[in-house]
């Protein structure tokens, strides 16, 4: 049985399972209400991140209030384990983008870390996780990426990074093409891309980074590539090599 894609597709936190009832918040109701247009009947599409994808009916609406009843899942959950994106942030509207990209490429996780050359002091990572959360609607994902707060990068090398290989993009010129890294590898690595802010890291951070040893330099080749230039071409080639681009 084929099924029409519903009017419009939210992320909830409420479980998801048959004739299950629940309350949207009012942002959500005023979205369906003011933006979509929709009635009473009308079919919405909701995922929480557990559950898959669900088809529901709007089952009551007005101007502040929205209740949803779930009908039939349309897809299930898969397991994914993307790489993760720690990025020193650029100026608002470009970090943005960064969250937005990302998560439509994938990223499980988004780590903004200050670094010495980092312009911004001040990242807002509940207004970012909203970004993400939009872009997972949009891009039809069926979870959400986490936003971290912001942390130094001392904090964040220091912290719990699960056995991930951080892959540092190096515009200096010292380090391999991403393509030759990942086929010399038996298996591939959990990963996580580290970018550095306008400017690039100082000489003394990618010192300290090339001594651990669970870093690896990736060459970004001869031009100077802004921070979301080179964050979302080093994602699209882990896609390209490794992630759902690669599959038949």
């Given amino acids: 049985m084929t099924i029409s894609k519903g009017k419009a597709r939210l ?12 309350v949207l918040d009012k942002d959500q109701a005023h979205y369906l209400n003011r933006v979509m247009r929709c009635n009473a009947g009308d079919p919405i599409d909701v995922f929480n ?14 101007k502040a209030n929205a209740e949803l009843t779930v009908n039939i899942q349309t ?4 397991s994914t384990n ?13 970090t943005d983008f960064i969250v937005e990209k990302a998560t ?19 990242v807002n990572a509940e ?9 997972a609607e949009q891009c039809r994902r069926l979870d959400v990426p986490k936003v971290h707060s912001a942390q130094t990068l001392q904090s964040f090398l220091d912290g719990p990074l699960l056995n991930r290989t951080l892959f540092v993009l190096n515009e200096t010129g010292n380090g391999r093409p991403l393509p030759t890294i990942i086929k010399s590898e038996k298996k591939t690595p959990d990963a996580c891309f580290v970018v550095g802010p306008e400017g690039g890291f100082q000489t003394t951070e990618l010192d300290a980074l090339g001594k651990l040893p669970f870093v690896t330099m990736v060459g970004v080749g001869p ?16 896609q390209a090599l490794t992630g759902a681009w690669g599959r038949d």
């Fill in 11 to 22: 992320y909830v936190e409420n479980e998801l399972s048959p004739n299950v009832q629940f």
């Fill in 49 to 62: 991140g557990q559950d898959g994808e669900w088809q529901c009916h709007i089952s009551q609406i007005s």
């Fill in 75 to 78: 897809r299930r959950q898969i």
């Fill in 82 to 94: 993307g790489p993760w994106l720690a990025f020193a942030p650029v100026k608002k509207t470009r």
């Fill in 104 to 122: 439509e490429l994938g990223v499980s996780a988004l780590i903004p870390i200050f670094t010495v050359n980092t312009a911004t002091s001040r």
């Fill in 127 to 135: 207004r970012l996780q909203a970004i993400a959360i939009e872009a």
């Fill in 223 to 238: 031009r100077i590539l802004r921070a979301e230039t080179a964050a979302l071409a080093a994602l699209s080639c882990w």
